[in-house]
């Protein structure tokens, strides 16, 4: 879509008019001023395509238009992954549409800048008022102009300031577009994918499950053999001591019947 070549007057009172249509709020721009206004949105939503989409409705309400898209597709192509749209709007309704827009989504960063181009303005006016009056008078010479050579050399003149002044009107004709249509470059994310959870094969995760109910069931056996042992240590040791004294004592008593024995024989 070409932008239009309108002048700074008319398209800020069309603009003025969309925004009351569109429940948006026009505001005034410094006096005398030319600023070219850009700003770039970046949200982030559920459903990237209607975003953009009520995105284009609203700038369009507003009296603009969509200078440029671009898409970038999810791998499955099934759903646009993110959204770069530029939209072209009326300067008196920049900063309300700007707002509108970073109202669609959750908004990652913003940014916005203001450029006052006011002296260059003036001073391509002043350079074409110029031309026009070089070109004019060289016109007048060109009829007085007595010999061939003498035309010419003035019709030579002529051509050089049709050329400049073609150039001078091509960019008056651009800051013109430019403070009269703010830029605003806006991105739509969609949401982040889900966590890829990785599932084993069905074998190796009857081996791991199995190896992990074993490895309980083996703590649980050695802290009740641990629990049973505790248990029973305080009364091992008398018993121990008691039957060594036992042991001891047999073996005494065995002692003192072989030598009572050895006198009978």
Same mark, same amino acid.
């Given at each position: ?6 002048v ?13 249509? @569109?429940?948006l ?11 070219i206004?850009? #700003?770039t949105l970046?949200? =982030? ?6 975003t ?9 309400a ?6 440029g ?10 759903a646009? !992954?993110?959204?770069? /749209? ?12 700007l ?12 940014t ?9 303005? #003036?001073?391509v006016?002043?350079?074409?008022t110029?031309?026009?009056?070089? /070109?004019?008078?060289l =016109?007048?010479?060109?009829?007085? @102009? ?13 051509? !050089? ?9 091509s960019?008056? =004709? ?9 830029? /605003?470059?806006?991105?739509? /994310?969609?949401?982040?994918p ?10 190796? @995760?009857?081996?791991?499950g ?8 083996l ?11 505790? !248990?029973?240590l305080?009364? @091992?040791?008398?018993l121990?001591?008691l ?5 001891? !004592? ?10 009572? #024995?050895?006198? #009978?024989?």
């Amino acid at each position: 879509m070409h932008e239009p070549a309108a002048v700074p007057g008319p398209v800020r009172a069309a603009g003025s008019g969309a925004a009351r249509r @569109a429940g948006l709020t026009a505001l005034p721009l410094p006096g005398g001023q030319a600023v070219i206004f850009t #700003a770039t949105l970046s949200l =982030r939503a559920a459903n990237v395509q209607a975003t953009v989409a009520r995105a284009t409705r609203l700038a369009e309400a507003a009296g603009g238009y969509v200078s440029g898209e671009h898409a970038t597709m999810t791998q499955s192509r099934h759903a646009k !992954a993110m959204v770069s /749209i530029q939209f072209k709007v009326p300067a008196a309704v920049y900063q309300p549409t700007l707002g509108a827009l970073g109202a669609l989504g959750t908004k990652r960063s913003e940014t916005q800048q203001a450029q006052d181009v006011t002296g260059m303005v #003036a001073d391509v006016n002043s350079r074409v008022t110029s031309a026009e009056a070089a /070109i004019a008078q060289l =016109r007048r010479l060109l009829t007085r @102009a007595g010999t061939v050579s003498g035309l010419l050399n003035v019709q030579e003149q002529i051509n !050089a300031e049709e050329a400049t002044l073609e150039a001078l009107q091509s960019q008056q =004709r651009a800051l013109a577009r430019e403070t009269s249509y703010a830029t /605003i470059t806006m991105m739509v /994310i969609g949401p982040p994918p889900p966590a890829h959870r990785h599932h084993p094969h069905p074998a190796v @995760a009857g081996f791991l499950g199995g190896l992990v109910a074993g490895w309980r069931a083996l703590r649980v056996v050695v802290a009740v053999l641990l629990t049973a042992a505790g !248990a029973v240590l305080p009364f @091992a040791i008398p018993l121990a001591l008691l039957a060594l004294a036992a042991l001891a !004592a047999r073996r005494w008593l065995g002692r003192r019947r072989s030598a009572s #024995a050895r006198p #009978a024989d």
